[in-house]
């Protein structure tokens, strides 16, 4: 099976622009479809980018995402940071039956 | 409203067996398929099963494979997981999940599993 890796901790300024990146360790990061995930302290975590790039209705279009082949890798941006972002992050893809969450990152915003 | 209710959760010595459960309301759920995930103590989540909505297909993570076992019953809107031969990595926060395609939609809040002497 596959690992998803995602850096531990990034921290970026109320207004900034974030990046978070998620490795996909063998096979193609374009081959199955990649959900990102927000989970605030004490609560259950909630979708925030699905299917590579589509956003659930009520996630606001400050959410983005993407994947690059080259680098095998997905990416969660987050423009216009707010204090309400602050939050643990995880990127999850599956291949056949199994699914593989990302190591998670947490998100700063100081 | 969606809802996902898990129980069957508490402590429990190594190396017994315990089974959670987690009914459903709100949508109509044998069109979906059913997760659990689990999250440790202050770690991040990991998922563990995966059912299809007729029980056709179903996956484990390799850490829970052989002694998790994941069902369903539709008539009863409701996911079970049985866990057996448990050991204090299991310790977790257990999830029930509800899948939409290629992601997770709805989450319960879980309930505390520990595994300990």
């Known amino acids: 099976n596959f690992m998803l890796t995602q850096p531990h901790s990034v921290s970026e300024s109320p207004g900034k622009t974030v990046t978070i990146s998620c490795t996909r360790s063998?096979?193609?990061?374009?081959?199955?479809?990649v959900q990102w995930y927000q989970q605030r302290p004490g609560s259950s975590p909630t979708t925030v980018i699905y299917?590579?790039?589509?956003?659930p209705s009520g996630v606001p279009d400050r959410f983005s995402g993407s994947i690059d082949s080259s680098s095998n890798s997905a990416s969660l941006t987050i423009s216009g940071l707010k204090t309400e972002d602050e939050a643990d992050y995880y990127c999850q893809s599956y291949d056949s039956s199994i699914w593989v969450f990302g190591g998670g990152t947490k998100l700063t915003v100081l | 409203e969606v809802q996902l209710v898990e129980s069957g959760g508490g402590l429990v010595q190594p190396g017994r067996s315990l089974r959670l459960s987690c009914a459903a309301s709100g949508f109509t759920f044998d069109d979906y398929a059913m997760h659990w995930v689990r999250q440790a103590p202050g770690k991040g989540l990991e998922w563990v099963s995966g059912?299809?909505?007729?029980?056709?297909?179903?996956g484990y993570a390799d850490s829970v494979k052989g002694r998790f076992t994941i069902s369903r019953d539709n008539a009863k809107n409701s996911l079970y997981l049985q866990m057996n031969s448990l050991r204090a990595e299991d310790t977790a926060l257990y999830y029930c999940?509800?899948?939409?395609?290629?992601?997770?939609?709805?989450w319960g809040q879980g309930t505390l599993v520990t595994v300990s002497s």
């Open positions: 059912i299809s909505w007729n029980s056709g297909s179903i």
């Open positions: 063998s096979g193609s990061i374009a081959s199955n479809y």
């Open positions: 299917e590579d790039n589509q956003r």
């Open positions: 999940a509800k899948g939409l395609m290629s992601t997770i939609d709805y």
